[in-house]
């Protein structure tokens, strides 16, 4: 196998790891530390318990983020995070049910979840490539 082109996919692999979740460890921090008023949002958005869907939303968004930034349990986590991003396009922007003039940024950020998820979708596939804790674990 041509040395570059492994170099070169794992090297895509890393980058792709830090795009896909530099906006969860973003919002998973503001979640933490705004807990109460994540909670009151979700309440006020109609989210079913609002105080279970933030700590599973902190959860997803932070622990399990920085565990597919430093590649460990890469393909299960892309699985769960693929899972958690379509559920938040469902739950989070139901664009078929706001008043129109939210219609289309509520459509924007539910198109950019399910692209999202095809990501975490597509990593599962590809595995964390080389620079990541899950080659190294694999290695010993």
Do not use: C
Request: net charge positive.
């Amino acid at each position: 196998m041509n040395s570059r082109r492994v170099f070169g996919g794992d090297a895509a692999l890393l980058i792709a790891r830090v795009l896909l979740v530099v906006l969860f460890v973003y919002a998973g921090w503001g979640k933490l530390v705004g807990f109460t008023g994540t909670e009151s949002q979700f309440a006020a958005n109609g989210i079913p318990d609002p105080m279970l869907a933030t700590l599973v939303a902190v959860i997803a968004e932070l622990p399990f983020a920085l565990l597919i930034l430093v590649g460990l349990f890469t393909r299960p986590l892309a699985i769960l995070l693929a899972i958690y991003t379509l559920a938040t396009a469902v739950l989070g922007h139901p664009y078929w049910a706001v008043p129109d003039d939210q219609q289309m940024n509520m459509l924007l950020h539910f198109y950019k979840n399910v692209g999202i998820a095809g990501g975490f979708l597509a990593l599962y596939a590809a595995g964390a490539g080389r620079f990541s804790l899950d080659q190294l674990r694999h290695r010993s």
